[in-house]
């Protein structure tokens, strides 16, 4: 009972290849029978190919992680673990929010690195100009740049700022309070805030 409730998948699997014993978890990543599939070989059940290879390699010190071809949308970090003589543990556990999570860390700093880019371009272009000592520019062009330069230089302290504040959030845990709200007299001090 104490394995069956282990939050990861378990398979015990003998040196063939062969499924011994699943527990539910995994019974339920790779949609497996736990008596039907007894005694059949874990490639022909999971066909996934970085799975395969890794299997047939027989080198267990680093997980494998791959997609689930029998669940859409789920990825799986899967190890294997040689217990005994011919006897095998595969562990799996369910990744998918961290994948979720690192493609969005990594949309999210490819966006901010190009918001960063665009204002920075500009301030660079605009002050490698006024340092040029052969330019001989105009009072009204210094101060149309000038004013250019401080418009970008703002939009990337807005979004330094952001930046911050976007860590501060995220690494603080935020206490959940809970309050009985008399929702009619908030709505009347809405409707009279409003006139």
């Known amino acids: 009972r104490a394995v069956q409730a282990f939050p990861d998948g378990l398979i015990i699997f003998n040196q063939h290849h062969q499924i011994e014993w699943v527990n539910a978890r995994a019974a339920s990543h790779f949609r497996l029978d736990p008596q039907g599939d007894r005694g059949q070989p874990l490639t022909n059940l999971i066909r996934q190919p970085d799975f395969v290879a890794y299997l047939e390699r027989g080198e267990y010190a680093a997980p494998v992680v791959f997609p689930n071809p029998r669940c859409p949308g789920q990825t799986l970090l899967v190890q294997v673990v040689s217990y005994a003589l011919g006897e095998n543990l595969l562990l799996s556990h369910d990744v998918s929010d961290q994948e979720r999570l690192d493609v969005m860390r990594r949309d999210f700093v490819a966006n901010v690195s190009h918001e960063l880019k665009t204002p920075l371009t500009v301030v660079a272009g605009f002050a490698e100009m006024l340092a040029d000592p052969d330019l001989?520019?105009?009072?009204?062009?210094?101060?149309?740049?000038?004013?250019?330069?401080?418009?970008?230089?703002?939009?990337?302290?807005?979004?330094?700022?952001?930046?911050?504040?976007?860590?501060?959030?995220?690494?603080?845990?935020?206490?959940?309070?809970e309050e009985v709200v008399d929702l009619e007299a908030?709505?009347?001090?809405?409707?009279?805030?409003a006139e």
């Open 136 to 177: 001989d520019p105009d009072p009204a062009q210094v101060r149309h740049y000038m004013g250019l330069i401080a418009e970008q230089t703002q939009r990337m302290q807005r979004l330094i700022e952001d930046l911050l504040t976007l860590s501060v959030l995220e690494s603080t845990a935020v206490a959940q309070r």
């Open 186 to 193: 908030l709505c009347h001090a809405l409707v009279r805030d």
